[in-house]
């Protein structure tokens, strides 16, 4: 799933829903106030795709109550979405539907989801369009230190035998988090054929990935689990850019004295 959190308020409800749709490159604004035949309608979300050159417009009403949505509120809002033309409805709501709900929306352009099931229908467009994006952002440089052959080889000559003991003790052990890592960037997105996604919690897959912290294992979410990847990686980095600093400082200084 997209996150293992749910939604407190009915503005978290409005703003998740908009931030995901932003992040599957869908232009997505809450609370938009639109001109339809009837007059002005406010819209919770108002997210437009471009689908090859033409707009693909969605409206979302987003209803964070305790009672299961009836059927008179499809019916309303089937209405608004004729009547402003677009595409498509969605309605999300934290408690489900009623039975008429359902049969309201039947053979309409309105789509019934709960909180889950919209994460569910967008996870494979989100997971591909932004997460690979920012892990390349955030991790990608501790990539060049875990390749087959990393960058710090060529930095033997400048560095402590001790040093250079750790920088390979560090490689030894953190091969797999680079595997990982090299599994969730951009380019992984543009291979032909039918693409894998990194199934969660890693935990289902015991050793595939070395011995990453319990934090890591333990996420269900693609968000959470990010967060926790680069509250993880970032220490690595920083430790290996202190010896990478230190045998550029030494070659310069080397340099110098030629």
């Not at 467009?125 to 710090?152: F, K, R, T």
């Not at 890591?216 to 509250?231: H, M, N, P, S, T």
């Amino acid at each position: 799933m997209i996150t293992q959190n749910e939604p407190a308020t009915w503005q978290d409800l409005q703003t998740w829903t908009a931030q995901i749709l932003n992040e599957c490159g869908i232009q997505a604004q809450t609370e938009i106030t639109l001109k339809s035949v009837r007059g002005e309608v406010e819209i919770d979300v108002l997210a437009i795709e471009n689908v090859q050159g033409r707009e693909h417009k969605v409206l979302v009403e987003c209803k964070n109550w305790k009672a299961k949505v009836p059927k008179n509120v499809v019916h309303g809002f089937r209405t608004v979405v004729n009547d402003i033309g677009a595409n498509v409805g969605y309605i999300i709501s934290k408690a489900g539907f009623q039975s008429g709900a359902y049969e309201a929306a039947e053979n309409t352009n309105i789509k019934l989801m709960t909180w889950w099931e919209f994460m569910e229908a967008f996870e494979d467009q989100w997971y591909w369009n932004h997460l690979p994006n920012q892990v390349y952002e955030q991790l990608d440089g501790l990539c060049s230190y875990l390749e087959p052959i990393p960058a710090m080889t060529a930095w033997d000559e400048y560095l402590d035998e001790s040093d250079v003991e750790r920088l390979r003790e560090m490689y030894q052990q953190h091969c797999p988090l680079g595997m990982l890592i090299f599994a969730l960037l951009p380019f992984n997105a543009m291979l032909p054929g039918k693409k894998e996604r990194i199934r969660l919690p890693l935990g289902d897959c015991p050793g595939e990935y070395g011995n990453p912290p319990d934090s890591l294992i333990a996420q269900a979410g693609y968000r959470e689990f990010f967060d926790e990847l680069v509250k993880y990686s970032n220490p690595i980095l920083t430790e290996f850019r202190s010896y990478r600093d230190k045998a550029l400082a030494r070659k310069v200084e080397a340099e110098q004295q030629d």
